[in-house]
Every structure is written in C-alpha cells, then in structure tokens.
C-alpha cells in the first residue's frame, strides 16, 4: 500500500534527524534547524540510500523533521532545566513495529468529496465518525499496531458561548478518584475502563511469556494492541464527558498544572495516569474555548493537600493513605482530596485576578507558616 511509503519515509526521516542532531551534539558542532532539514530531506534524497524519500509527499518529512526536533529539544530543555516539571526522557528512535504517522499541511492533501487525496499517494476511502466543521487545516494519519488506519483533521471551530454562569470550581486529580472537585463532587475511574486496564494488563502477561519469533507471540501482540486501542477509546470517552460537564456546568474551571502538581513529585505518577490527567485537562481547555468558558491553570507550587482550605493552615505532608485529616488550627475535618480542590479553587482565583491587576481576597490564601496573612496584593 502506497501509505506504508510515507509511514516508512517519515520514520526514516524522524530518526535520521534524531541521530543527526545527536552526533552534531557529540561533536560539538552546531547545527541549524534548516540546514538539519536540508540534510536528512534535500541532501539525502540526492543519495541511493535515501532517494526513495523523493516518492512520498514532502510535506510528510518536514514534518516528521519538526516532530524530532521539538521531542529533541524537550529532552534538552529538560536536562538543563529550562523546561520545568517532571524530567523528559531521551527520545527514542521510531520502530517499524508500533504506531505509525505522518502528518500533512494543507499542500499535502485536500478532500475530494467523501475521499482524502493524499499528495504522491493518492485518493482514500474514509469512513467518517463525524463530519468535519470546517475546511482542516492539517491532517495526521496514524496506523495502530493493531492494523487500524485513523484520519485526524485539525479544524477551526467557531465558540458556541453557553450562557454566563455564577459558578466556579477547583479540581484535583488523583489516582483512585480521576477527580474531585472543590464542591465535593467526586468522579472516580469507571469500573468498565477498570475492567480493561485488568484486561490489558494479563494480555501483556501472556505476550511476555511466549517464545520471540513464534507464532503465538505475533497473536498475542495483536490481542495487546487489540486491548490497548479499547482501553485509549475508552478513556477519552469518559475523558470527553467529564470536560463537557466541568466546562457546562462552571463559568470558570482551575486545576494545577501537571508539572507543578504535587503529582510532578510523587513516584507514583506513572506514565499512564500521567497521560490520562493531561488529556483530560486538554480536551477541558478545549471546551472551554469552545464554550468561551474560562480554564485555568496554576502554574506555581502550591502545597493544596497539605493546606487547610478554611484557615490557611499548612498542616505538614501527609502520606497518601490518609483520606481524612483535621485542622490543628480551626479543628476542621477536611476530605484530603476536596480540600486540595478548594485550595485550587483559591489559587486559581488568586492567580488570575492577581493577572487582571486586581485585589486578591481569597477567603483563605495558601500560605506557609511563618507566610500566613502575607497576601499577595496588587499585581
Ligand atoms: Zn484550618
């Protein structure tokens, strides 16, 4: 199929640029992001180790260029702590086994009626979920271990505004409970995604116990892929529900940001639930773009699970087991997870109208002993 092409070029072009820019490092020497481009594509489709690159559109490689060069740099970034939050990974070399994509800018496709024309490629059947809103203005085209082709269209959306609501609220995230929000609503994981993750979890048990090279091994990494696809839709599902209701039924949302979080700190983030928590607090900002709502981010440490959220206490870290706590100053008995929610809810409110220039009153200001009462007053 012609699509295998561009899959296998953009992979030879994304690793040909991660290792371009690994030696250049090595080196010492510095490199342009142009004259890399101009290496791994223009240079290397002169070469008879490369000139097949010339068949596929070449849209697709500049654009996987642009992917290594951005996963290239978090990494860097990262370890030289520019980049603030949990440390990134080196990345790793694209496998011909495992999801393959590419993407395209407009001069690399269009529609063609119910069809997508792909440039060197040609027109392909699309089966549509839904229909697009607008002209997209990008396309990726992922092919699933499990043999699945997808079709992912970036389009501009006018906002739908809903009407102005007097609510707001705090969420925090959790590993049991997904969510817990500052007026006590509580979303845990759903016991059917549970279910699939267990599912998911044997069949890659069973993968690791059968024989490399048999035939088995090739079923039983089918039947993982199979899982893996069921759990991912899944998951976005509920993630899809959860936004639209936060972003409904609140004027304004606010949640840590990931790298800030306590989360960023804990080990036992993994990289599961980590990739869970920051689609969920993608698709709400989205929504609330969509819905001219307001979402939030606190982009600054905050000790929100060790806070009294009515006094302002800072109470100590306390482990993760403990589910209930109550208050040394004010006595309160606090919900460990609605009460990091409420101190979200002030955080955030504090942050944005300290960012508008106005006065902070929050009802309890999160504030270290010894800080307690500081307010931070006019931006
Ligand atoms: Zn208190």
């Known amino acids: 199929m012609a699509l295998a092409r561009v899959f296998g070029c953009a992979r030879v072009v994304y690793n040909d640029s ?36 010339a068949g596929v559109p070449s849209v697709a490689l500049v654009q996987a260029c642009n992917d290594a060069r951005r996963a290239y740099r978090n990494w860097f970034d990262s370890l030289s702590g520019v980049r603030k939050g949990r440390h990134i990974g080196h990345p790793v070399f694209r496998r011909k086994r495992g999801r393959q994509s590419f993407r395209l ?13 792909v440039a060197k490629v040609g027109e392909i059947a699309v089966r549509w979920s839904r229909p697009l809103p607008s002209v997209p203005s990008s396309v990726t085209v992922i092919r699933d271990p499990d043999g699945r082709y997808y079709a992912s269209f970036v389009v501009d959306r006018p906002a739908t505004p809903l009407p102005a609501c007097a609510r ?54 089918r039947r993982v892929a199979v899982l893996h696809r069921k759990v991912r839709e899944t998951r976005l599902d509920h993630a899809h529900k959860i936004a639209l209701a936060l972003v409904r039924d609140n004027q304004a949302v606010y949640a840590e940001d ?35 709502r307001t979402f939030h981010r606190i982009d600054r440490f905050t000790p929100t699970s060790q806070t009294c959220s009515i006094c302002g206490t800072n109470d100590g870290p306390k482990p993760l087991h403990v ?4 208050c040394q100053t004010c006595a309160t008995v606090h919900d460990r997870d609605v009460n990091a929610a409420r101190n979200v809810l002030a955080a955030g409110r504090a942050e944005r109208l300290n960012a508008c220039g106005g ?14 009462g500081t307010h931070r007053g006019v931006a």
């Open 359 to 372: 006065t902070v009153r929050p009802a309890a200001l999160l504030a270290r002993p010894g800080e307690t």
């Open 18 to 53: 991660l290792r371009l820019r690994e030696q250049a490092h090595e080196a010492g020497e510095k490199i342009s992001d142009s004259e890399l481009q101009r290496r791994v594509i223009t240079h290397a489709k002169l070469t008879p180790e490369r000139e097949w690159l």
């Open 258 to 292: 990931l790298a800030v979080s306590g989360l960023a700190r804990t080990r036992l983030a993994k990289s599961v639930y980590d990739a869970g928590w920051a689609q969920l607090l993608r698709l709400i900002s989205e929504k609330a773009g969509q819905y001219s």
């Open 105 to 117: 800018t407009r001069n690399g496709f269009s529609l063609r009626g119910q069809r997508l024309y």
């Open 168 to 221: 707001e609220v705090g969420v925090d995230l959790g590993l049991n409970r997904l969510v817990v929000t500052s007026d006590g609503q509580i979303i845990a994981n759903p016991r059917f995604l549970r279910a699939k993750e267990r599912k998911l979890a044997q069949a890659q048990r069973g993968l690791s116990r059968t024989a490399k090279g048999s035939a088995n091994r090739v079923k039983a990494r």
């Open 323 to 326: 589910r209930n706590w109550q």
